[in-house]
């Protein structure tokens, strides 16, 4: 006698454990691997580590905490929208905070379309890996560095080759998708969480071993001094607003992902310690990533600044100097690419749940439209690299007068919607929802209660107000 209700019901997390795993992998990604290190790298070093850090502890944590106990305390609703109507509801205040969640849902749903798209280049540099280990193997020469007999041009033009082929890269961005969708399909504790439980601990494996192959083959010295010596002349305050931007898309904050996940938490756990386990992890991991990419670019004499280049040109290239870089390459890129799949599940899962609850779908249909809608908009991403790259969707709007189609979607949901759901739902939980509810649902008390609800209440909203104010209108900064 199982109804619906009741699968729902018991299809949520095994135990702490699994949550955390899968709330960790959902942080995880691109973000710690991709774009730390890059806006590390360009805003020299040190000074941004610092800003990020404080930005992730004062605001990224409590937010964190805030999103997944909206999540828990919504009545057994799945999706973000119902979750946050629920503990509205119940403080006496209007459902429509739902809005706040259905913007999350919106953003999770247009990052997906263009994270599965790198996802698909990160791919594609797994099969190249793949491929130059098994020749090195044939050969005899397990430990060769990468792309042997190949010269640096050849190796950084392969990004190139990637770009120019659009059949190529889309290919890649549905076979990506379709991992993703396959995971999701299978549910929460048969899909999601034994994902998260194997690519997680794999994907911590990787990093340490390479990290301390780094610091072996590598310039670690050099590294250190770069990211942990602040250089405060090269900090601008737009590299401040940066760095609070990159806090939200890295801690997955304003996407949906923590607000559902947190609906599948059993009443037992505890969310706070919970909650600064996900942003500390979280944070760990990019420092540990800058830890990682930095003494192999430092070592081969490449610019840490290179930007997005970084790991799929520059790394690349490095591997080709150093003993042992075949094989380095390929763990790299997998490394990468368990990063991404547990982030891609959890960006699938919040509109996937709430399709469930808006159209009464089940969730093998209603996974298959998100992913599907997130595809085709994907591909618009793609062609936007060759035959649309002359394409500027957002031409009209200053700050996106040159960008892309895919830059442009990460731009309008990092730089308009992730702040604007962290804005309203911080406001709403410092101010509107009931306080004991929010103090029950915390596990927080005493001073730790008020200090946790006082940077909701009053730090998040003007910090997260500034970031809306000034990733729009850079000009305000002169
Ligand atoms: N936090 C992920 C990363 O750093 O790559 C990206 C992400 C995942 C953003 C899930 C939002 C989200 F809901």
Request: net charge neutral; aromatic share 12%; hydrophobic share 60%.
């Amino acid at each position: 006698m199982v109804g619906s209700g009741a699968v729902a019901a018991n299809d949520g997390w095994s135990s702490r454990t699994a949550f955390l795993m899968a709330a960790i992998g959902a942080a995880v990604g691109l973000g710690n691997i991709w774009r730390f290190p890059t806006l590390a790298g360009e805003n020299g070093g040190g000074a941004f580590v610092l800003v990020y850090v404080v930005c992730v502890a004062l605001i990224g944590m409590p937010m964190v905490l805030t999103e997944v106990l909206l999540g828990r305390a919504g009545g057994g609703h799945a999706d973000a929208v119902g979750s946050v109507a629920d503990v509205a509801e119940r403080s006496g205040r209007s459902r429509k905070w739902g809005a706040f969640g259905l913007i999350e849902v919106i953003a999770a749903f247009f990052i997906l379309s263009f994270y599965s798209v790198v996802a698909g280049w990160v791919l594609n540099y797994v099969f190249l890996s793949g491929g130059d280990v098994l020749s090195v193997v044939l050969a005899g020469n397990p430990l060769s560095p990468a792309f042997v007999g190949q010269s640096q041009a050849e190796v950084t033009g392969m990004m190139g080759t990637l770009f120019s082929s659009p059949g190529r890269m889309i290919a890649l961005h549905s076979l990506f998708m379709a991992v993703t969708l396959g995971i999701v399909m299978l549910g929460v504790g048969g899909g999601i969480e034994k994902a998260a439980t194997w690519l997680m601990p794999a994907f911590f494996v990787l990093l340490v071993l390479i990290t301390i192959y780094g610091a072996f083959a590598g310039s670690f010295a050099e590294a250190v001094v770069f990211l942990f010596t602040p250089n405060f002349s090269a900090l601008t305050p737009l590299a401040v607003n940066e760095a609070l931007g990159q806090a939200f898309f890295s801690l997955s904050l304003g996407s949906a992902a923590l607000i559902t996940y947190g609906s599948y938490v059993p009443a037992r756990v505890s969310l706070g310690s919970t909650a600064a386990m996900i942003a500390a992890a979280d944070t760990g991991v990019a420092l540990l990533a800058g830890l990682m990419i930095f003494p192999i670019v430092f070592a081969a004499g490449l610019d840490p600044a290179a930007g997005p280049a970084l790991i799929f040109q520059s790394l690349p290239v490095a591997f080709q100097g150093m003993p042992g870089g075949a094989l380095v390459g390929l763990a790299f890129f997998l490394l990468i690419f368990f990063a991404a799949l547990t982030s891609s599940i959890s960006l699938l899962e919040g509109p996937t749940a709430f399709a469930m609850s808006a159209f009464k779908l089940r969730r093998g249909p209603a996974a298959i439209l998100v992913a599907v809608l997130a595809f085709a908009i994907g591909i618009a991403c793609a062609l936007g690299y060759n035959v649309w790259s002359d394409v500027r969707p957002l031409a009209f709007w200053s700050v996106f007068e040159n960008t892309n189609i895919l830059d442009s979607i990460d731009g309008v949901t990092g730089k308009l919607m992730l702040p604007l759901a962290g804005l309203g739902l911080a406001v709403f939980t410092g101010w509107r929802a009931d306080r004991r509810l929010v103090e029950a649902e915390s596990g927080l008390s005493g001073a730790t209660f008020v200090l946790w609800r006082g940077l909701v209440a009053w730090l998040a909203p003007v910090a997260v107000g500034l970031i809306l104010l000034f990733g729009l209108f850079p000009g305000l900064l002169g």
